[in-house]
């Protein structure tokens, strides 16, 4: 009889307690899962109550973002519209589309979102990438600053092709922000290709995140950034490219003032800060301008970078009140300073 009455006091007790911390932290599960979209991998890592379900939501959000927003071949997207000839935009494309102007801006030209064209022209991403000829990059360099927008009112020149790859990722991790900020004991690590959002209900959990060797495979990885919750983007020469037959090789990220590859100082670079697009952003930019030029471009944006240079140093913003820390951990690189 006492054994029974026992167990019945701790059954009430576990209720209460439940109802006390929170019944999610008790029942909390967790939950990886995979999908491809927004041409990269997503890779979902969720702890917490039901996280099935916020992994779904999630899913849901990033398939909108990709077919509906932010796509430029898929018919259904207002950006395919808005390359097509429609000039009016929803509020959501036209206060991402400010911003961006404003980051073109800022970054001096560096990040650019009207290189549609351009990234066409080279083919990098397809299965005919080619070295264009000098008249093919005036032709479609042209134009490109001219693009403006004015409320949810868009001006593309013609010729000129908005592209999101420099972005879209980003802005998918502010997106699935706005589904888990808030949730009650969630941990979450969810990456959508280059752009990394780690974030937990307890503010001072802490993350290590491997930053990859640019000289190596696609594990391989060359630091450890320790953070608490951020976004965290990469942009790095080995991503996607292609080589002529004299072995030249030509990679993704463009430098809008010559319409080749960046030919900047650096191989990889990392940013971290509390916008996926901002991130994603100025990983671009950075790695267009190269570690001193970025630096008044970080600062304004209240962001931190990781830069690894062409010469294997790993040169970062970070100091040491910071609340991220990074850890070289393969021998071939080494910590330089900031000039
Ligand atoms: P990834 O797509 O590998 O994550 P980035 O975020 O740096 O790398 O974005 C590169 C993509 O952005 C390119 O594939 C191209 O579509 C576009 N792009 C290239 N150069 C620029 C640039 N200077 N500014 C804005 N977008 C760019
Ligand atoms: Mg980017």
Known sequence: MKKKLLAAAVAVCAVVLAVVIGADFLFSKETNEV??????????????????????????????LDTELLSR????????????????????LATLLAELKQIEIDSDGAFCVALGALSDLWGI???????????????????????????????????????????????????????????????????????VLV???EPKETFRLGIRDPL???????????TTGSCVSTSGNYERFFEDEK???YHHIFDPSTGYPADSDINSVTVITQYGYISDALSTACFVLGVEKSLPLLEKYNAEAIF????????????????ATLTVTNNNYKLGELR
């Not at 360099?141 to 868009?154: H, R």
């Open 35 to 64: 999908l491809l979209s927004m041409n990269t991998t997503v890779s979902l890592d969720i702890t917490g109550y039901k996280p099935e379900q916020t992994a779904k939501e999630i899913k849901e959000e990033i398939m909108r």
């Open 73 to 92: 071949t898929s018919a259904s997207s207002e950006l395919y519209a808005l390359n097509n000839g429609k000039a009016q935009v929803s509020d959501e």
């Open 125 to 195: 991403n397809t299965d005919n990438p080619k070295v264009p000829t000098q008249a093919e990059i005036d032709a479609v360099l042209k134009n490109t600053k001219d693009w403006s927008i004015d409320g949810n009112t868009v001006y593309i020149p013609k010729g000129v092709k908005l592209d999101m790859g420099a972005v879209g990722k980003g802005y998918a991790c502010d997106s699935m922000m706005g589904i888990i900020y808030g949730l009650n004991h969630i941990k979450t690590v969810a990456a959508v290709g280059g752009s």
């Open 199 to 201: 974030y937990s209900s």
């Open 216 to 226: 190596g495979q696609a594990t391989d990885y060359c630091a450890i950034l320790e």
């Open 247 to 249: 072995g030249n090789r």
């Open 308 to 323: 690894i240079t062409n010469n294997n140093e790993i040169i970062s913003t970070l100091s040491d009140g910071d609340s």
